[in-house]
């Protein structure tokens, strides 16, 4: 017989850790929606309705944020942008303002 070794396997309780740290927002979520299903089912699902809306109405936004970002990271304009954003907190605000308004 050949001599395999193995890499230790993490325990369910190890990965059950993990993931509640990694994603302890979206597990108290679901909770919340579960517990509204058992209280009022019409409630919970209006409110499950709603949720899952709000998530796709937001998605396109969120996904052009992440891309954006990810752009700025890997091209190095992240570090320009922060340049921008150093100094006076007043300056900082006038130009993010600048930057974010838009014309009437």
Same mark, same amino acid.
């Given at each position: 017989m050949s =001599? %395999? $070794? $193995? @890499?230790? /396997? /993490?325990?369910? #309780? =190890? %990965?059950? /850790?993990a993931l509640r740290a990694r994603h302890s927002v979206w597990i108290v979520t679901?909770? #919340? @929606?579960? @517990?509204? @299903?058992?209280?009022d089912l019409g409630q919970g699902l209006s409110s499950a309705v709603f949720v899952v809306d709000a998530l796709v109405t937001t998605a396109p936004f969120l996904i052009l944020s992440i891309a954006a970002a990810a752009y700025a990271g890997a091209s190095g304009a992240d570090n320009v942008i922060a340049r921008a954003f150093t100094g006076s907190p007043l300056m900082m605000i006038a130009f993010a303002a600048a930057l974010g308004g838009k014309k009437p």
């Open positions: =001599d %395999m $070794t $193995t @890499l230790p /396997r /993490r325990s369910a #309780i =190890d %990965m059950a /850790r679901a909770g #919340i @929606l579960r @517990l509204g @299903l058992l209280a």
